[in-house]
Each structure stands twice: as structure tokens, then as C-alpha cells.
Nanobody, 119 residues
Framework: QVQLAESGGGLVQPGGSLRLSCVASVSFVSISTMAWYRQAPGKEREWVAVLTSGDITKYVNSVKGRFTISKDNTKNTVYLQMNSLKPEDTAVYYC?????????????WGQGTQVTVSS
């Protein structure tokens, strides 16, 4: 079992920045991929950014050049640096990790942190 705890959300003006953090209860050595998703009111949850065990990063087109996913293995923490925030970035942001477990792949989620971009 993997437990994830997100933090760093809040209210920010358009053009501002936030850094989200997600602390995992297990070492990243056993983690296959780490990702951030978001869900805006009335919309489905969407993938935002992913960081693989091989340190490959990918982003949804709408955040490319503005968001950066990174990790600190010593702290079992994955980050999402969000710059040049727009009102359409408003959503609950969720941390997700996939871990190889006996018989398959475990899929784990945090509780979410609210990000609101508004003037």
C-alpha cells in the first residue's frame, strides 16, 4: 500500500505561481511512474504531467512550458511547479503513483489539493 499526501494548493492571481508537493509513504525506488492529474468542476479528471522511473517527463499541451514535474528521492516527494497560472488551471490537483506489485501494477491516489486561479 502507498499513501500520498499533497500540499501547496491555494488561491493565486492569474500569472502567479504555486508549487504542489506530494509525499509518498514508500521509497521511490519501488515506484514506476509519478503523475499529477486535475479535475475542474463539472469536468472529468485529466492527466497533467508524468515523470517516469527513467526520468522522462511529459505534459498535457495546455501546460507545456508553464508546469514542471520533478522529484526528490531523498524526501520521497514529487513536485509540480506551476508558473504563469491561468483561470482555466483552477481545479483539484491529485498526485498519482504506479508501483509494481505482485500480480500487476498498483495505482495509488492522494486526497487532492485545491488550486484556484482568480483575481
Amino acid at each position: 500500500q502507498v499513501q500520498l499526501a499533497e500540499s501547496g494548493g491555494g488561491l493565486v492571481q492569474p500569472g502567479g505561481s504555486l508549487r504542489l508537493s506530494c509525499v509518498a509513504s514508500v521509497s521511490f525506488v519501488s515506484i514506476s511512474t509519478m503523475a499529477w492529474y486535475r479535475q475542474a468542476p463539472g469536468k472529468e479528471r485529466e492527466w497533467v504531467a508524468v515523470l517516469t522511473s527513467g526520468d522522462i517527463t511529459k505534459y498535457v499541451n495546455s501546460v507545456k512550458g508553464r508546469f514542471t514535474i520533478s522529484k526528490d528521492n531523498t524526501k520521497n516527494t514529487v513536485y509540480l511547479q506551476m508558473n504563469s497560472l491561468k483561470p482555466e488551471d483552477t481545479a483539484v490537483y491529485y498526485c498519482n503513483v504506479k508501483k509494481i506489485v505482485p500480480g500487476g501494477m498498483g495505482d495509488y491516489w492522494g486526497q487532492g489539493t485545491q488550486v484556484t486561479v482568480s483575481s
